[in-house]
């Protein structure tokens, strides 16, 4: 049975981490201010720049002002956990003490009298076939169990480099094929065509592409409405706008709320 609510908040794409203290307060305000006004918090993945085990964040002060946070949010309304890219080895043992209820990726919900498929977004961007072999790879059970015994260490400068090259190829294909590096990056209209389709569905809400807006679409036979949830970015303003919004639903229908503003 799938959870119903009358209303809820969605977010993703947070990416906190201690170098970016001014999204990480808007985080916590959040989840003091705004979140406790309805019934349940979907937040759809990569809340953290990188997540290489529950055991990383221990003896770091930040990370257990983010655990206080959650785990206080968690007493007041209903909070859902996904994983994303960035922080799949989110494990039982956070989920737990922060109080979190983890989510599938996809899974379908009904907030405010309407059903609606939810998924992280990065398993759609089915163009980017190099990636998908890779993401194939690290979310095998096995592969996982023998990255999380690893010392604390190897675990962390082996994130760094993946996240170092990613950036580098990242910006290697926005330079050299903007329009293409886009088609790279996004998600296909097949894939979620085939994803609504087996979910029986027809609206759709995801993160990870940091293309916020709201889209009509259509493939031969079927039609569908999509979200695309914001990512947060408020401590570089030299490079990027600031950026922090969320999705309201409601009774009233699907909305975004501003949190810059707010």
């Known amino acids: 049975m799938i959870p119903h609510y009358s209303s809820a908040l969605l977010i993703s794409d947070i990416h906190l981490t201690p170098s970016m203290p001014l999204t990480a307060q808007r985080f916590f305000d959040f989840c003091e201010k705004e979140a406790p006004k309805v019934e349940a918090v979907f937040i759809l993945g990569d809340l953290f720049e990188y997540w290489v085990g529950d055991d990383a964040g221990l003896l770091s002060p930040f990370q257990q002002e983010v655990k206080r946070a959650i785990a206080t949010l968690s007493t007041k309304v209903k909070t859902y956990y996904m994983h994303g890219n960035r922080d799949f080895l989110v494990g039982n043992d956070y989920l737990s003490k922060t109080g979190m209820t983890l989510l599938s990726d996809p899974c379908k919900v009904s907030i405010g009298g309407a059903e609606y498929v939810l998924s992280h977004g990065d398993g759609l961007c089915t163009a980017d076939v190099g990636y998908q072999i890779f993401r194939s790879w690290v979310r095998k059970p096995w592969i996982q169990k023998l990255f999380l015994r690893m010392p604390l260490k190897w675990r962390r400068a082996i994130a760094n480099h993946l996240r170092s090259n990613s950036m580098v190829q990242y910006q290697r294909y926005a330079s050299a ?82 949190l810059i503003k707010a």
């Open 177 to 258: 094929a903007p329009e293409k590096n886009l088609l790279r990056s996004n998600v296909t209209q097949t894939a979620c065509a085939a994803l609504l389709a087996a979910q029986n569905s027809n609206k759709l809400i995801h993160g990870h592409t940091h293309l916020p807006t709201h889209h009509v679409e259509h493939f031969n036979e079927q039609e569908w409405q999509r979200w695309v949830l914001s990512d947060w970015d408020l401590d570089h303003p030299e490079s990027v706008m600031p950026k922090a919004s969320a999705l309201l639903i409601d009774e009233q229908g699907v909305r975004y709320l501003d």
